[in-house]
Nanobody, 121 residues
């Protein structure tokens, strides 16, 4: 299995910035995609940003131009720099990866436990 250490969430004022980090560990052979999804109360989980092993990012429409994702393949780490935060960014942010474990053949999705981001004055 994959374990995650997620950090960087918290309370920030509108217009402020936060940086999330996610470290994946376990019997990981390779991680194809890492990133974050988020879920606000009463809403479905939605894409925030993902990044491939080769460094190609994908962003949700609502965060384009404000959030930047990066990754350290050697350390199985991902970072999400969130700027110009808005109250509607308030949600639980879940770290995600699509990985294959050592001795296995299938790519599988894994999810972290989530970290709260609250944007409020």
């Amino acid at each position: 299995q994959v374990q995650f250490v997620e950090s960087g969430g918290g309370l920030v004022q509108p217009g402020g910035s936060l940086r999330l980090s996610c470290a994946a560990s376990g019997r990981i052979f390779s991680i194809a995609v890492m990133g974050w999804y988020r879920q606000a109360p009463g809403k479905q989980r939605e894409l925030v940003a993902t990044i491939t092993r080769g460094g190609s990012p994908t962003y949700g429409d609502s965060v384009k131009g404000r959030f930047t994702i990066s990754r350290d393949n050697a350390k199985n780490l991902a970072y999400l720099q969130m700027n110009s935060l808005k109250p509607e960014d308030t949600a639980v942010y879940y770290c995600y990866c699509n990985a294959v474990l050592s001795g296995m053949w299938e790519m599988t999705d894994y999810w972290g436990q989530g970290t709260q981001v609250t944007v409020s004055s």
